[in-house]
């Protein structure tokens, strides 16, 4: 199966730019999808195909894909950005894998 | 508004099965795939399968081969996930989510997620 990985954990100052990264053989060859898990709760999709942001989704969150990595970018860090965050990778001829999880601190 | 409401929290012992459902409403069902998801205490999210609610095709993950079944039910809107031989490190959250699927071509970004359902292995 293809497997994608993420640092285990990211700090960011309130105001500041997170980037949290999802690496993967020639993952710029698939799509990378963004979730959002705060404790207890189910997973929030924040950004799909690579840079696309769902209905809903503030503006600060942005992603991008290319050669072997994905980068997440939350510009102007809230406190209530702080969760995990989990990259997917797919394909049509792959199926869905999910990175590791990034626990964001913001502090 | 799109909702996924998932059954309630299961304790079963070694061995046995469980069977998950997952209604849906608020949408067209056969327009939308079904992946289950699970994740186990403190850890990260795991794909298990999806469902084709269009014709009922299946893709599981290999490490689940041979032990799980996906369905779904198009009169009721409800899909179904069940796990055999149930071992202590099956415990976990267990999520349904859905896909959009299009002239033969479906989009695995997850954009509604149900409540999740705790399914605990004890002896």
């Known amino acids: 199966s293809y497997e994608v990985t993420q640092p285990p954990s990211v700090s960011v100052s309130p105001g500041q730019t997170a980037s949290i990264t999802c690496s993967g053989d020639k993952l710029g060859d698939k799509y990378v999808c963004w979730y959002q898990q705060k404790p207890g709760q189910s997973p929030v999709l924040v950004i799909y195909q690579d840079t696309q942001r769902p209905s809903g989704i503030p503006e600060r969150f942005s992603g991008s894909n290319s050669g072997n990595t994905a980068i997440l970018t939350i510009s102007g860090t809230q406190a209530m950005d702080e969760a995990d965050y989990y990259c997917q990778a797919w394909a049509s001829t792959t199926a869905p894998s999910f990175g590791g999880g990034t626990k964001l601190t913001v502090l | 508004q799109v909702q996924l409401v998932q059954s309630g929290a299961e304790v079963k012992k070694p061995g046995a099965s469980v069977k998950v459902s997952c209604k849906a409403s608020?949408?067209?069902?056969?327009?939308?795939?079904l992946s289950w998801v699970r994740q186990a205490p403190g850890q990260g999210l795991e794909w298990m399968g999806w469902i084709s609610t269009y014709n009922g095709n299946t893709n599981y993950a290999q490490k689940l081969q041979g032990r799980v079944t996906m369905t779904a039910d198009t009169l009721t809107s409800t899909a179904y996930m069940e796990l055999r031989s149930l071992r202590s490190d099956d415990t976990a959250v267990y999520y349904c989510?859905?896909?959009?699927?299009?002239?033969?071509?479906?989009?695995?970004?997850?954009?509604?997620w149900g409540q999740g359902t705790l399914v605990t292995i004890s002896s």
């Open positions: 989510a859905r896909f959009y699927c299009s002239d033969g071509a479906c989009y695995y970004n997850f954009d509604n």
């Open positions: 608020g949408y067209t069902f056969t327009n939308y795939g």
